[in-house]
């Protein structure tokens, strides 16, 4: 994926950050079914030649736009060093990794997942997470009490993953109110409270 963006031509990457800067910026005044070629291309000061060039239509725009942001996500997650955290932090340093960038693009997370326009972008991350966290409960299922007391691991998945990308939307809309590393922390402790429970008397 790093290659893949590495070999892009700069003034692609420019014409198609124009692009979705136009789209966050129409989709703050008004309905993404308003929202035309011709709107998109006259915001982002470009021709409607220019934006054909790249995307056949809107919804294809809207698609290459949510490969993107995985694509982007991706490369934010996998730049962490071992080197950042302690034995068995590892998992929590990425998540903070992750929130960061979340608020350092906060304006376009907004309206792409804190908003109900555009489902795309939602559903994208959710599998995306979802992955994550699949590979992560394989890996140590052996282990988990949960299992042990009989909870599905398809349960356990949608649950986590809902859990994950809902608190990540509500602190967006509440226009973050903590900072990505005291939202990973409460993280921590909600899922250690989980795993030791059944080490409760």
Not at 72 to 97: C, F, H, Q, Y
Not at 163 to 170: D, E, M, S, V, Y
Request: glycine letters at 4%; proline letters at 4%.
């Amino acid at each position: 994926m790093e290659q893949k963006k590495t070999h892009t031509d700069p003034r692609i990457l420019r014409t198609r950050q124009l692009i979705k800067g136009a789209l966050i910026e129409l989709l703050q005044e008004m309905e993404l079914e308003k929202i035309s070629v011709n709107r998109l291309a006259e915001r982002a000061t470009i021709n409607r030649v220019t934006f054909y060039l790249h995307y056949r239509d809107i919804p294809d725009m809207l698609e290459k736009m949510a490969e993107d942001m995985i694509d982007e996500i991706s490369i934010v997650l996998n730049e962490r060093t071992k080197d950042e955290a302690p034995p068995g932090k590892g998992d929590w340093a990425m998540m903070v990794n992750f929130l960061e960038y979340i608020a350092g693009n906060a304006k376009f997370y907004k309206i792409v997942l804190a908003s109900k326009q555009i489902p795309i972008f939602k559903d994208r991350l959710l599998s995306f997470l979802t992955e994550i966290i699949v590979k992560r409960i394989e890996s140590r299922v052996s282990s988990s009490h949960l299992v042990r007391e009989g909870i599905q691991d398809d349960i356990l998945i949608w649950y986590n993953s809902s859990a994950l990308i809902g608190t990540i939307i509500a602190w967006l809309r509440n226009d973050m109110p903590y900072t990505p590393s005291y939202l990973v922390k409460q993280f921590s402790m909600l899922h250690h409270r989980g795993l030791n429970k059944a080490d409760s008397p």
